[in-house]
């Protein structure tokens, strides 16, 4: 085990270099990057605003009409890093974030660490709660469909299960904001962020409250899309185990439905459920959905990566792609360890052969 360990520890590292230089590569070719930005904006600003748009050094690189001497522009170059060769950059990242060292953002001014530390608790408190809803919903009701397969309740409960996974996300927050968010018809719940502007003046039962109910439509919008993929992995892993010929032997036996359901079926049915579980509950630290989370105005990790995207802030991007890649990597071997945790009959010695 120790072995497969260490072999897939140090696979990570290949992996996280291919990425981040693919990623690396195609920034250095998308136009409109930080330095044509800053230009951009000096060249068309009125002059005394310049520097005020563009940053302090805006005053002192701008000439008015006369634009900007070439000299200027190496300096703009050597204030983002722009003045070395791809390669040297390229390396010199690479070396930095092997010290977990992901630099400053062009845009925000304040290291990349501290700014996605600053929008975790938005994707925390949306992927948290969309994670145990779901697991905590669909596997009962999964096996419940299994059990009633064919019947009226698995028919009903299927259509709408997939009604609701055909309904995007994002157009689901949109009505449900326009039906209870004050839009047209109901002033119930509230829109803007994770608590009230007067939170800190609340009573701690009153706090909680107000976040919870800042959670509602946000999280109704992610779970209701979730809904049907795992209720119908877990239908479908417990009716595979349902028909083996051991559930056969069992029901022979005499031994009560109850008991060869949740002794027997209930134990090789979850594998596959739980063996995700590690991967799904790291990953959901870092769920952010872009559309819901403009819908409901959360400042979370998903808008940190789209405005990013936007205004070519390249360490903001590239941070959070690394630190993602990584957990995800992470992620995929503790899944590999629970399926041996699990089910003793998986052996790496028998994987690695």
């Known amino acids: 085990m120790w072995a497969y360990i260490l072999k897939r520890l140090l696979l990570m590292i290949p992996t996280l270099f291919g990425v981040m230089l693919v990623t690396f590569t195609v920034t250095q070719f998308v136009p409109g990057g930080p330095v044509e930005q800053l230009i951009h904006q000096l060249q068309h600003a009125p002059v005394g605003i310049g520097g005020a748009e563009a940053g302090g050094a805006g005053q002192r690189l701008y000439r008015g009409s006369t634009g900007?001497?070439?000299?200027?522009?190496?300096?703009?170059?050597?204030?983002?890093?722009?003045?070395?060769?791809?390669?040297?950059?390229?390396?010199?990242?690479?070396?930095?974030?092997?010290?977990?060292?992901?630099?400053?953002?062009?845009?925000?001014?304040?290291?990349?660490?501290?700014?996605?530390?600053?929008?975790?608790?938005?994707?925390?408190?949306?992927?948290?709660?969309?994670?145990?809803?779901?697991?905590?919903?669909?596997?009962?009701?999964?096996?419940?469909?299994?059990?009633?397969?064919?019947?009226?309740?698995?028919?009903?409960?299927?259509?709408?299960?997939?009604?609701?996974?055909?309904?995007?996300?994002?157009?689901?927050?949109?009505?449900?904001?326009?039906?209870?968010?004050?839009?047209?018809?109901?002033?119930?719940?509230?829109?803007?962020?994770?608590?009230?502007?007067?939170?800190?003046?609340?009573?701690?039962?009153?706090?909680?409250?107000?976040?919870?109910?800042?959670?509602?439509?946000?999280?109704?919008?992610?779970?209701?899309?979730?809904?049907?993929?795992?209720?119908?992995?877990?239908?479908?892993?417990?009716?595979?185990?349902?028909?083996?010929?051991?559930?056969?032997?069992?029901?022979?036996?005499?031994?009560?439905?109850?008991?060869?359901?949740?002794?027997?079926?209930?134990?090789?049915?979850?594998?596959?459920?739980?063996?995700?579980f590690p991967s799904a509950f790291i990953m959901s630290f870092f769920a952010g959905s872009i559309l819901i989370e403009q819908i409901f105005s959360l400042d979370g990790i998903g808008l940190l990566m789209y405005d990013s995207i936007m205004k070519r802030d390249y360490p903001v991007v590239l941070g959070e792609l690394f630190i993602i890649t990584l957990l995800g990597l992470v992620a995929k071997l503790l899944t590999d360890l629970c399926y041996v945790l699990i089910d003793p009959r998986i052996q790496f010695e028998t994987v690695n052969q």
């Open 68 to 276: 900007l001497d070439p000299e200027k522009i190496k300096e703009i170059k050597a204030l983002y890093g722009f003045d070395k060769p791809a390669y040297v950059r390229f390396f010199e990242m690479i070396r930095n974030y092997a010290r977990f060292d992901f630099g400053n953002s062009f845009y925000y001014q304040q290291s990349v660490v501290s700014l996605i530390a600053s929008k975790m608790p938005v994707s925390i408190s949306l992927g948290m709660w969309t994670f145990f809803i779901v697991y905590l919903s669909c596997i009962p009701l999964g096996i419940r469909k299994a059990i009633k397969d064919g019947s009226s309740f698995d028919v009903a409960s299927s259509t709408i299960i997939l009604v609701g996974y055909a309904i995007p996300g994002f157009v689901l927050g949109i009505f449900l904001v326009v039906l209870f968010g004050g839009g047209s018809f109901w002033d119930v719940f509230p829109l803007r962020g994770l608590i009230s502007d007067n939170w800190a003046t609340l009573s701690w039962f009153a706090k909680i409250k107000d976040y919870l109910w800042h959670m509602v439509l946000p999280v109704t919008s992610l779970v209701v899309g979730s809904f049907a993929i795992m209720t119908m992995l877990t239908k479908n892993s417990f009716l595979e185990e349902i028909r083996k010929q051991y559930v056969v032997t069992a029901r022979a036996k005499g031994l009560a439905e109850r008991q060869v359901l949740y002794k027997h079926v209930f134990r090789n049915a979850m594998i596959p459920l739980i063996t995700g």
